[in-house]
């Protein structure tokens, strides 16, 4: 297979780029380690683009086997909280002022990030939230955030206790320490670098928010000192070898390298990473399965005219509706056997029937369809009276509903169709 192939082959790793001004103009980015990472362990990241209404496009990045959402700004306080944590105006300014390059929020990043972590948890698509990622994923399941570390975390804690989360002169070589909560995956990437009892580790971090309420499916695996969580994740939604990965981590453990060096503080750093892509590939895998069509049903000559003859049927009886006409002198006998075949198939699902009336099979019933018809103009017009009422979030919420709605439909006849293949050769 040549070097061109691979990327045909490679799970798809989806990443949100980070906005910025370069030269009077924006410029979309994405730090360069997780992209190293993901490559690294065999994936292939697939960025997408801050633009506005791409929110509205993520279907169009399909296949999508994981999602990696990292930096940025500060998320919108009220997606998760209405009150804006009772911060008087100056307050807020004192907090802009001193954060400025983070506390510019930026709405369209957080609709899209927003929905790739909803589709994550819709599908069991593995995620990897670092940062603000890992804040993104709790907001999504109903968590809050500290709006501002300092003012409503430290002024609680007592000085031994208090944590510089950020530190703007030393990005990358700034560290405090944390505590790993025991039998958790981040006890399971660290245990060899844990002293003792101690059950601590020492993180780089670049961050003035936080989980304030962890949301209800998540387990801690890490506190800082002042009682602030440093990662979390969702024991059910965990198992790398399956294609379940759903984590967040507050820290950074790719920036956690020795200056002009790939080695890491810890070798547990490249295991966040290294499991996700683990994932990532099990994901695809089991998505592959799932999509693989399953032979044609071979049928004997006998079922196969008597298909022929119901099809040509339905056919008759579509033509006469699309026209408008009456039946046609000679073909009462033809209509017949599809009305016949509707009468004594009680397999058929509603949904199956109603589509084959409206193709005109049951013409004796031709006044019930039409009254039908009427009834499914009114609802139409009714619906597109709310929908048209509705906002850009909720349509494209609707959107990715029906969108998980159709795929579970067509797995579920894929398993019919398998099942009926696997019949069929057991009779012969």
């Known amino acids: 297979m040549g070097s061109s192939d691979l990327s045909m082959v490679l799970p798809r790793v989806l990443i949100v780029s980070r906005r910025t001004v370069r030269k009077n103009k924006f410029v979309d980015f994405v730090g360069e380690y997780h992209l190293d990472l993901i490559v690294s362990y065999g994936a292939v990241p697939v960025i997408v683009p801050r633009v506005t209404g791409v929110h509205m496009l993520l279907e169009s990045f399909e296949p999508i086997h994981g999602v990696l959402l990292c930096e940025g700004e500060d998320i919108d306080p009220s997606l998760y909280d209405a009150e804006l944590s009772g911060f008087a105006p100056e307050e807020l300014e004192e907090i802009r002022a001193l954060h400025a390059s983070d506390t ?12 790739l972590a909803k589709l994550c948890l819709e599908r069991n698509i593995p995620y990897l939230g670092i940062c603000r ?40 070589g700034h560290r405090h320490l ?141 033509n006469m509706y699309s026209s408008g006409g009456g039946k046609v002198s000679g073909q009462e006998s033809e209509l017949q056997v599809g009305a016949e075949f509707l009468e004594a198939n009680t397999a058929l699902s509603l949904q199956q029937e109603n589509r084959l009336k409206q193709m005109g099979a049951t013409v004796r019933n031709a006044s019930t369809y039409i009254e039908r018809l009427k009834m499914n103009e009114e609802r139409e017009r009714v619906a597109r009276n709310i929908i048209g009422k509705m906002s850009v979030g909720q349509l494209s919420d609707l959107i990715s509903f029906y969108h998980m709605m159709g795929q579970i439909c067509s797995e579920a006849l894929e398993k019919k169709l398998h099942d009926l293949v696997v019949s069929e050769d057991i009779s012969h």
């Open 104 to 115: 510019a929020i930026d709405k369209e990043k957080d609709t899209i990030e927003l929905r």
């Open 133 to 172: 990622g890992s804040q993104v994923l709790n907001v999504a399941c109903g968590g809050t955030l500290y709006q501002d570390i300092e003012k409503e975390m430290s002024k609680n804690c007592s000085l031994g206790q208090r944590v510089v989360h950020m530190n703007y002169e030393n990005y990358d």
């Open 178 to 318: 944390v505590k790993v909560v025991e039998d958790t995956p981040l006890h399971q990437w660290f245990r060899d670098s844990l002293e003792g009892n101690k059950m601590e580790i020492m993180v780089n971090s670049y961050h003035h928010q936080g989980v304030k309420k962890l949301a209800q499916r998540f387990v801690p695996m890490a506190f800082a000192s002042d009682g602030l969580i440093e990662g979390f994740y969702d024991p059910d939604a965990y198992n790398p070898q399956e294609g379940k990965f759903i984590m967040g981590l507050q820290f950074h453990p790719e920036r956690m390298r020795n200056q002009d060096s790939d080695n890491f503080d810890y070798p547990g750093c490249k295991s966040a990473y290294q499991e996700f892509v683990k994932a990532v590939i099990a994901y695809e895998k089991k998505l592959s399965c799932s999509a693989s069509i399953p032979k044609s049903v071979k049928l004997d000559q006998e079922i196969e005219n008597k298909r022929k003859v119901i099809v040509r049927s339905f056919s008759i009886a579509r």
